[in-house]
């Protein structure tokens, strides 16, 4: 047997569960899951969660967990069908709470992209991709 290539579900390890809700609440996205420790967040193809970040190091043996740190070594991605949808999109995350880290650019790979931060840091990309689309769900469709 091989390991499936794809991705199901990323978790985020969260200091305040509620609060980032709230923020992934205020940029449109849904859940139906109760109030608590846990939030999930279903987005085309994939499902978001945030999990109490004690008790998510705890379940993946990982030990204490540690403190913040400015960059935590992986970053999560939007993708837009357009190019101007980059801005758009930037707009309504800063409107929710995010902190901007790099405004919308060109890229040397041929798209268009920026990054924001949510409430406790986790890094976003929200990305044009050429050639790029979405099938019925939303699920990114990679060009080459």
Same mark, same amino acid.
């Given at each position: 047997? #091989? !390991? $499936?290539a794809?991705? +199901? !579900? !990323?978790?985020?390890? *969260?200091? @305040?569960?509620? &609060?980032?809700?709230?923020?992934?609440?205020?940029?449109?996205?849904? #859940?139906?899951t $109760?109030?608590? =420790?846990f939030?999930?967040? %279903?987005?085309?193809?994939?499902?978001?969660?945030?999990f109490?970040?004690?008790?998510?190091?705890? =379940?993946? +043996?990982?030990?204490? &967990?540690?403190?913040p !740190?400015?960059?935590?070594?992986?970053?999560?991605?939007?993708?837009?069908?357009q190019?101007?949808?980059?801005? #758009?999109?930037?707009?309504?995350?800063? *409107?929710?709470?995010?902190?901007?880290? &790099?405004? %919308?650019v @060109?890229? @040397?790979?041929?798209?268009? +992209?920026?990054?924001?931060?949510?409430?406790?840091?986790?890094a976003?990309?929200?990305?044009?991709?050429?050639? *790029? +689309?979405? @099938?019925?769900?939303? &699920?990114?469709?990679? %060009?080459?």
């Amino acid at each position: 047997m #091989t !390991v $499936p290539a794809r991705l +199901s !579900v !990323v978790t985020v390890g *969260a200091r @305040d569960v509620a &609060a980032l809700r709230a923020f992934y609440e205020r940029l449109g996205w849904t #859940t139906k899951t $109760p109030e608590g =420790e846990f939030a999930a967040f %279903p987005l085309g193809g994939a499902v978001f969660t945030l999990f109490d970040h004690e008790l998510l190091a705890a =379940e993946a +043996s990982a030990g204490p &967990a540690p403190g913040p !740190v400015p960059f935590k070594g992986f970053t999560l991605a939007i993708n837009v069908e357009q190019r101007e949808q980059v801005e #758009t999109a930037l707009a309504a995350a800063r *409107a929710a709470g995010a902190t901007v880290l &790099a405004e %919308p650019v @060109d890229r @040397d790979w041929g798209g268009r +992209s920026a990054y924001f931060a949510d409430p406790e840091g986790n890094a976003w990309e929200i990305g044009w991709l050429p050639g *790029a +689309s979405f @099938d019925e769900r939303g &699920a990114l469709i990679w %060009p080459f």
